[in-house]
């Protein structure tokens, strides 16, 4: 279901709304000089309470995104004590980021060594068999990056494990796990969705945000 542009062009939009909208995606993903200078030029109120953590919860998604696990896990539990431990699904993920490290180093005796030490263990849950049956699979490979679990290599593999520890990080500090555009999208594109299914099926196309997004 289409809207018809003049039905909301009228509407007027606060300034503070749209800079506390920018600014909560520059926190989370921790653009720390684009911040300061967007403060600087909109006159905001600077979020000191975020921007204590954000230099550590930056190069703790680095340490994640470059595949440097160990690290990250290192930093995170200096700075959110005990989240690995109660959050064993993300404590897993980041353990297997080192495994996958090990393995595309051709480094597979100590990769089967971490993975009985460090992986093994969480075996003890059926949800985790099939990922350690994944994970272990790659050894049987002598290119791994070509094997059917190459995804488990992939940047957007990490990428996808190190915005989790983000989220993680911010929730443990009582901090919104996503930002403010994220959550009026992920709200906009349920409702379009939801006035969509009112409509018989001579109706207009489902709604497509990235369509929408074009027009």
């Given at each position: ?17 749209i800079h506390n909208i920018i600014m909560s995606y520059l926190v989370h993903n921790c653009f720390k000089e684009t911040l300061e200078s967007f403060i600087a030029c909109t006159g905001m109120k600077q979020p000191s309470d975020y921007l204590e953590d954000m230099d550590k919860r930056k190069r703790i998604f680095q340490f994640a995104l470059e595949g ?148």
């Open positions: 279901m289409d809207v018809d542009p003049r039905q909301y062009e009228h509407i007027a939009i606060n300034d503070n709304d440097n696990a160990l690290k990250s896990i290192e930093l995170t539990e200096q700075l959110a004590t005990n989240l690995l431990e109660k959050n064993k699904d993300l404590h897993f993920d980041l353990l297997s980021l080192h495994f996958v490290e090990l393995v595309c180093s051709r480094k597979c005796a100590a990769a089967l060594e971490f993975a009985q030490t460090k992986l093994t263990p969480f075996g003890k849950e059926q949800k985790y068999v099939e990922k350690l049956e994944d994970f272990m699979a790659l050894l049987a490979f002598d290119e791994p990056e070509k094997s059917p679990m190459f995804h488990l290599l992939s940047l957007e593999y990490r990428q996808h494990v190190a915005e989790n520890l983000n989220r993680a990080i911010l929730a443990y500090a009582n901090h919104p796990s996503y930002t403010a555009m994220e959550r009026l999208i992920q709200q906009t594109t349920v409702v379009r969705q939801c006035l969509n299914q009112e409509h018989t099926k001579d109706g207009p196309p489902p709604f497509s945000l990235k369509d929408f997004l074009k027009s």
